[in-house]
């Protein structure tokens, strides 16, 4: 299979979300478009001529990438095209917080795309600060004596929406996370997965331990694996 991330990128080690960019491209293929907003995955998406994309690729604003998302579906309808596949990659700030308005307005409408939020519980990009989907406790730079309010539940939202298909994933089991991608594709419409992404950086693990820390997660049940087709679980 052709390697659609090229190797050596600039993220750090022990990322788990360009684990997760490899797997969408390795289960979705070349006839696929990725948008990336300011973050993390911006990363790969790079800038002026130099990208770690073998796909075509576009960075929208932090807070307008479901918007792109639905002008490309429409575009993509009006001419016909079935076989291209319509992907944001974007981190939790991008996703819960900044972009939420956006996404939540493109799912509303209906189009067809597949939303992809890494969530590492921080933005982690500009400096760990605190977002939506930091969990009570939880210590960033913004936050140094722990969050005070909880995890924001996008998925409990998006679900209200009547979202066709929704999941929750997990790096540390890919394979799981590729099973939902092969389903999301074929939705008439939007869909959503929230894959938990630890951060070694963030988080001051060992690069080392990032499939293992998001294992950990969802064998004790601090981050159940699911899926809602049409709002059933």
């Avoid at 995955?41 to 479901?66: H, M, R």
């Avoid at 095209?81 to 307005?105: E, K, M, P, Y």
């Avoid at 799912?107 to 009570?136: L, V, W």
């Avoid at 999941?167 to 419409?189: N, R």
Wanted: charged residues 20%; negative net charge; glycine residues 10%.
């Amino acid at each position: 299979m052709t390697n659609l991330v090229s190797k050596g990128t600039t993220v750090c080690q022990g990322c788990g979300m360009e684990l997760m960019a490899r797997a969408i491209l390795e289960e979705l293929g070349e006839n696929t478009i990725i948008l990336t907003p300011p973050s993390c995955s911006a990363i790969l998406t790079g800038f002026g001529d130099q990208t770690a994309w073998k796909v075509p690729a576009f960075q929208s604003n932090l807070e307008n990438i479901a918007a792109y998302c639905s002008g490309i579906s429409t575009a993509l309808e009006f001419q016909n095209r079935t076989d291209v596949n319509v992907v944001a990659l974007a981190g939790d700030g991008g996703t819960v917080d900044i972009g939420l308005q956006a996404l939540s307005g493109a799912i509303e409408r209906g189009h067809k795309f597949i939303y992809i939020c890494y969530d590492n519980e921080a933005y982690m990009n500009t400096g760990i600060q605190r977002s939506g989907s930091t969990p009570e406790g939880a210590w960033t730079t913004t936050t140094p004596g722990g969050k005070k309010e909880s995890k924001k539940d996008i998925v409990g939202m998006l679900m209200a929406q009547g979202i066709p298909y929704i999941a929750t994933a997990s790096v540390g089991y890919i394979d799981d996370f590729k099973k939902k991608l092969e389903k999301a594709k074929d939705i008439d419409g939007p869909a959503y997965i929230h894959t938990l992404t630890p951060c070694a950086t963030g988080w001051r693990f060992h690069s080392r331990e990032t499939i293992k820390i998001a294992q950990l997660a969802v064998d004790t049940n601090l981050y159940p694996l699911f899926e809602a087709i049409d709002g059933e679980i």
